[in-house]
């Protein structure tokens, strides 16, 4: 029995354990509840095929999902000081950069790719939420910069994608400066009268959406998304009233003429390139 319980037992436990079962095979819906088999999921393009809950995407996801055949390339965006300020609150922000660098592969929270949509060369800068919760840093700031003059430089159309809970804390006044620096860069997009879209998507808070993101020519929104400045939550604690129902979703915005459109995720590919054949036809006319 030593033999068996010794040797054997472990060598099936391990072949069967825990472990070798992915955690996420099943996804509940944050929505109705309903738990959908991962690939169901992945080919709804992560929304809910029972209450149409729009889940979050990655960014790998939504760059194929909007370029023509999904082809795009990436760009890099310049290099910048990792910890400005030598911040630490409960561990080193270096040491959360260098965490949130292993986890998502990547420099930090904004990606900028260009392609065509629609036939349309698009300059896109894109958060990528799972890096520090999207927030807003001077490495964002300059990519921000970055996208707006590649797009000026191959007149191309802008599109901004952002999901982020903010201005990034850790870096305290050089985030915030980035607030201004993104709006003087739109400026540039549009003195060089190139098109600025905005595709809003959960959650949209903070300093991003004090700034470069309620400024597009459009503005265009995923269902159910949270977009506003502070929180729900706070602010009913503020001015001691119970908000609208709905208040800060994305329908609720558009009902109050702040936003333009909110589309389907399935729809975006075809409404971004209607959006883009009608300016261009409007613009050589």
């Given at each position: 029995?030593?033999?068996?319980?010794?040797?054997?037992?472990?060598?099936?436990?391990?072949?069967?354990?825990?472990?070798?079962?992915?955690?996420?095979?099943?996804?509940?819906?944050?929505?109705?509840?309903?738990?959908?088999?991962?690939?169901?999921?992945?080919?709804?393009?992560?929304?809910?095929?029972?209450?149409?809950?729009?889940?979050?995407?990655?960014?790998?996801?939504?760059?194929?999902?909007?370029?023509?055949?999904?082809?795009?390339?990436?760009?890099?965006?310049?290099?910048?000081?990792?910890?400005?300020?030598?911040?630490?609150?409960?561990?080193?922000?270096?040491?959360?950069?260098?965490?949130?660098?292993?986890?998502?592969?990547?420099?930090?929270?904004?990606?900028?790719?260009?392609?065509?949509?629609?036939?349309?060369?698009?300059?896109?800068?894109?958060?990528?939420?799972?890096?520090?919760?999207?927030?807003?840093?001077?490495?964002?700031?300059?990519?921000?910069?970055?996208?707006?003059?590649?797009?000026?430089?191959?007149?191309?159309?802008?599109?901004?994608?952002?999901?982020?809970?903010?201005?990034?804390?850790?870096?305290?006044?050089?985030?915030?400066?980035?607030?201004?620096?993104?709006?003087?860069?739109?400026?540039?997009?549009?003195?060089?009268?190139?098109?600025?879209?905005?595709?809003?998507?959960?959650?949209?808070?903070?300093?991003?959406?004090?700034?470069?993101?309620?400024?597009?020519?459009?503005?265009?929104?995923?269902?159910?998304?949270?977009?506003?400045?502070a929180g729900a939550r706070v602010i009913e604690e503020t001015i001691r009233e119970k908000?609208?129902?709905?208040?800060?979703?994305?329908?609720?915005?558009?009902?109050?003429?702040?936003?333009?459109?909110v589309v389907h995720r399935k729809d975006l590919p075809q409404t971004l390139a209607k959006?883009?054949?009608?300016?261009?036809?409007?613009?050589?006319?």
């Amino acid at each position: 029995m030593s033999w068996l319980t010794n040797f054997v037992r472990p060598k099936i436990q391990a072949l069967v354990r825990k472990a070798d079962v992915p955690e996420n095979l099943w996804i509940k819906c944050p929505g109705c509840g309903q738990m959908i088999f991962h690939r169901d999921l992945e080919a709804n393009l992560h929304v809910c095929p029972q209450c149409h809950h729009h889940l979050r995407i990655n960014y790998q996801q939504r760059l194929s999902l909007l370029f023509d055949e999904g082809i795009y390339e990436k760009i890099s965006g310049p290099k910048t000081e990792p910890d400005p300020l030598k911040f630490r609150d409960q561990k080193r922000y270096s040491d959360r950069l260098k965490e949130a660098q292993a986890k998502t592969s990547e420099h930090d929270a904004l990606i900028i790719a260009e392609g065509t949509i629609g036939g349309h060369r698009t300059v896109v800068a894109l958060f990528n939420f799972s890096f520090m919760a999207g927030s807003m840093g001077v490495a964002v700031g300059e990519g921000l910069i970055t996208a707006a003059l590649r797009a000026i430089e191959t007149k191309s159309a802008f599109l901004t994608i952002p999901a982020s809970g903010g201005a990034r804390m850790q870096e305290g006044i050089l985030s915030l400066m980035q607030m201004p620096r993104s709006v003087i860069a739109l400026d540039k997009v549009r003195k060089a009268k190139l098109p600025y879209i905005v595709l809003l998507t959960d959650p949209t808070t903070g300093g991003v959406s004090a700034s470069f993101a309620m400024l597009g020519d459009i503005a265009i929104a995923e269902p159910g998304c949270v977009i506003g400045f502070a929180g729900a939550r706070v602010i009913e604690e503020t001015i001691r009233e119970k908000l609208p129902e709905g208040f800060q979703k994305s329908e609720y915005l558009l009902d109050h003429g702040m936003i333009d459109m909110v589309v389907h995720r399935k729809d975006l590919p075809q409404t971004l390139a209607k959006i883009l054949n009608h300016i261009h036809s409007n613009t050589h006319t």
